[in-house]
């Protein structure tokens, strides 16, 4: 089976820096990966996606980055701010239903 | 914007209980999830829902755990006799056809007392 996992649960950064979120994925079929962003209290939502034929997107103050070679996706977040504190999840499309346990991003003033 | 709504937001239940979670997934999404999260822990699956069935379930979803979509708008979760470790905040999620972005409520916070 798949196994979709994040590297660091914790990640600490001062308000105005950038932040790396990784992801390990181990299904070589995934075809399409999302990042998620769960605030305090909330549901994930929705951040940004790839399709497996790409190796960057850039969305507003967001990236994505998939390098296949090694199954690692990472979450790149340009001038941290502090709404940016949440959980982030990677998520494969090779297998819907299971989530990496989650970064959890703080942002300090 | 469209959105998942769940009921209730919290609920307190004694164990052994019956409990039943609701969820409007988005109007045209035809596949439906539940998801729980346990207190600082993962996301976890539970069920995935189409065509009026089940598509797959967890090990979690065991036989105290049943999902229905009795109408054409409702997709609840009823936990037959609630157990401590049901504790969670309960996600519904939906998706369109076609589409691999899940849209998830904002969640049922149970607390099995």
């Known amino acids: 089976g798949e196994s979709v996992g994040l590297h660091l649960p914790t990640l600490s950064v001062q308000e105005g820096d950038n932040s790396i979120i990784n992801c390990a994925y181990s299904n070589s079929a995934s075809d399409y990966f999302i990042w998620y962003k769960q605030e305090s209290g909330k549901g994930p939502q929705f951040i940004i996606d790839?399709?497996?034929?790409?190796d960057k997107r850039q969305g507003q103050r967001v990236t994505v980055l998939l390098n296949k070679t090694v199954k690692h996706l990472s979450l790149q977040i340009a001038a941290t701010q502090p709404g940016d504190s949440a959980v982030y999840f990677c998520h494969s499309s090779g297998n819907m239903l299971t989530f990496g346990g989650g970064t959890r991003l703080m942002v300090k003033p | 914007e469209p959105e998942v709504t769940q009921t209730p937001s919290h609920q307190v239940t004694q164990m052994g209980q019956e409990v039943i979670l609701r969820c409007v997934p988005i109007?045209?999404?035809?596949?439906f999830y539940w998801y729980r999260q346990i207190l600082g822990q993962k996301v976890e699956f539970l069920v995935s829902?189409?065509?009026?069935?089940?598509?797959?379930k967890s090990e979690i979803f065991d036989d105290q755990f049943s999902v229905e979509r009795p109408d054409g708008s409702n997709f609840t979760l009823k936990i037959r006799s609630t157990k401590l470790e049901d504790s969670a905040m309960y996600f519904c999620?939906?998706?369109?056809?076609?589409?691999?972005?899940?849209?998830f409520g904002a969640g049922s916070r149970l607390t099995v007392l």
């Open positions: 999620a939906s998706k369109g056809v076609g589409a691999n972005v899940l849209t």
């Open positions: 790839i399709r497996s034929n790409m």
């Open positions: 829902f189409y065509n009026n069935e089940i598509s797959e």
């Open positions: 109007s045209n999404h035809l596949y």
